[in-house]
């Protein structure tokens, strides 16, 4: 019977393994494009290397960019410059010893002493180099007007004064549109088109470049045209509906060249070489505009079919590792998980491991900074911890749902039963409403049980008027009703409960506590208390339940997410003696609660004395019926006062209990309790976490919406 079920699940992994597995070979599926031809027309060459940036005059060597110039005479003879500052202006000279030509690019700016630097420095190379064939003076200068169009063509007209080579500005096809007079003033029409800034799918991008061409044939009959700038990036933000992928590059410059090569279109792809630096200036597409990426390794392969991620196999093989890590965690302890749930689990586990590998490969094919690297590091750690809340959950849910048999099931104790010790039930109140109250008593009073107490205690209420009524309606109740006014009294809830201790009856043996607001069942104290019949029992809790859960949407939505809590992460737990204790509808043996009290340094004392109890080596007993219905928060105002006691309260106890939790030191708690302990608190770490993402969110978010182009 083992091994059939052995075989059953290990079936069931090679099922989803190879599902997940065949998902990643679904969207990696080869694509058939035509395969780069043996010359192009010409890059658009920017030298600088990873780490070098021209505004900060940090530039290339003559060494570095021979080295470029090498690889780019296997696939070309023209290269296009964009500048003839520093190092950039040996560019021609480099050139000569590989027999590339060389479009020479001035670049025009704001800077009136740098223009008129770099015009010297270019008429003076033009004209003594035999590799340059033409002069660009000024790259989209009129279309970021920088410059006015008869500023430009001063310079136009100067340059080609000076030089014996054709001499044009190369600007985006529209602006070739809008100020036609140029034409008179060049000796070809030098254009971009680039139809991913114009949000122009890319799948009708290709004809798009063809289609503008031929407007601006038409348009400059006599010029000559040069495409001076067609690409497509391979990674960062979208654009439009746009993907960015180095399959996307591929695909698109593989076919478009061949048809441009074909039609006899002279064109620079951009470019040659990714340029980090650009990021600055164009956003993060910007740096990824190269064939061969910054470190000049080639990005896509020049022939045969074409791969989204050429090394899928490996990040394959890695979330399957990743996820069969993580299901080797969550079966640690997972005899009595029925097939639906096991196979439930394995799907959750691949999920995540295939997520995670693809976030993390996504994110190395980025360039980093020592600010993205912090980021990178930042959401990692966010995403890993999102995955352990989603596992952790998914856990819990499967458990809940898919067990053949709950491990401990504490039924209530319909029958007659022997057991019947005294119990004394306590009910705090701070400034709670005196007819709220009275509904408490009444239920209280209606109790079918033959031996209990009832002691209030409002604690630090001021105005005599909100507790005097509940002291006076206590007398009307009898004898066995007692009420306490203390004031001041400190400590919170832990500290009224303990004050109440040394007041209860000496021959109670079991002490309940319940909420102000909660009306019990008669059958409550009948059906739970005889569970204490055993010693090992020190806790007895039933649900936290509430009755005003139809009196707007607002509550039906609190009332949905408490009853998961009870329904499912409590009964869970139940089932390794882990459960978490609530400050109403609980009982303790009184033995116990005069030998551990209340906390009153904790916010959620009664949480933190449930954990004690457990770290004694006692047991708890948790029935999922509901026994008691108390009143939810009206507002969302009081909702997320709610919110932030319990949490404040399980980051308290976590701080002062690490020792016991983490490590299991001097203490009784078994692996599982520790483990429901911790991954029951999890969500409200992550939820702090949370704070600091979102604020970091609107911050990114203002910064891209303030500055789009620096901020990606």
Known sequence: MASRKFGLNLVIVLAIAALFTGFWALINRPVTTPNWPEQISGFSYSPFQ???YPQKDQYPTDDQMRRDLEIMSKLTDNIRTYSVDGTLGDIPKLAEEFGLRVTLGIWISP?????????????????????????????????????????????????????????????????????????????????????????????????????????????????PLLLSEVGWPSNGRMRGGNETS??????????????????????????????????????????????????????????????????????????????????????????????????????????????????????????????????????ALGALGVFIVL??????LAEAVWTHKRRREFLPVEGDSDYRPKVSIHVPCYNEPPEMVKQTLDALAALDYPDYEVLIIDNNTKDPAVWEPVRAYCETLGPRFKFFHVAPLAGFKGGA?????????????????IDSDYCVSPNWLKHMVPHFADPKIAVVQSPQDYRDQNESTFKKLCYAEYKGFFHIGMVTRNDRDAIIQHGTMTMTRRSVLEELGWADWCICEDAELGLRVFEKGLSAAYYHDSYGKGLMPDTFIDFKKQRFRWAYGAIQIIKRHTASLLRGKDTELTRGQRYHFLAGWLPWVADGMNIFFTVGALLWSAAMIIVPTRVD
Request: include cysteine; charge should be neutral.
């Open 111 to 223: 800077d009136l002493e740098r223009n008129e630097r770099e015009i010297q420095r270019a008429i003076e190379i033009a004209n003594s180099s035999r590799s340059v064939v033409r002069v660009v003076v000024g790259n989209e200068a009129l279309f970021r007007e920088e410059i006015t169009p008869e500023a430009l063509i001063v310079l136009l007209d100067r340059v080609r004064a000076a030089v014996k080579v054709p001499v044009t500005t190369s600007e985006q096809w529209h602006i070739w549109e809008k100020n036609p007079q140029l034409a008179k003033h060049v000796d070809l029409i030098a254009a971009h088109i680039l139809p991913f800034w114009e949000y122009i799918p890319m799948d009708k991008a290709g004809q798009y470049v063809l289609d503008r061409a031929r407007d601006l044939k038409k348009l400059f009959p006599k010029k």
């Open 50 to 52: 990873q780490g070098q």
């Open 497 to 513: 409960l303990n004050y109440l201790i040394p007041h209860t009856a000496k021959d109670a043996e079991v002490i309940a506590v």
């Open 246 to 379: 180095p399959a996307d590059q591929a695909i698109y410059l593989r076919t478009l060249v061949n048809k441009l090569n074909r039609q006899g279109f002279n064109y620079f792809v951009i470019e040659a070489f990714d340029q980090p630096w650009k990021v600055s200036d164009e956003g993060s597409a910007g740096a990824y505009w190269g064939v061969y990426n910054a470190a000049r390794q080639q990005k896509f392969n020049f022939e045969g079919p074409v791969v989204a991620i050429p090394q899928w196999r490996v990040l394959a093989i890695g979330s399957v590792v990743l996820a069969l890590l993580s299901l080797t965690l969550l079966m640690i302890d997972g005899s009595a998980l029925r097939q639906r749930g096991r196979t439930f689990l394995t799907f959750i586990a691949f999920l995540c491991g295939s997520v995670l590998v693809w976030i993390g490969y996504d994110y190395s094919q980025q360039y980093s900074t020592w600010f993205s690297v912090t980021v990178g590091i930042l959401l």
């Open 391 to 396: 596992l952790t959950e998914a856990h819990e």
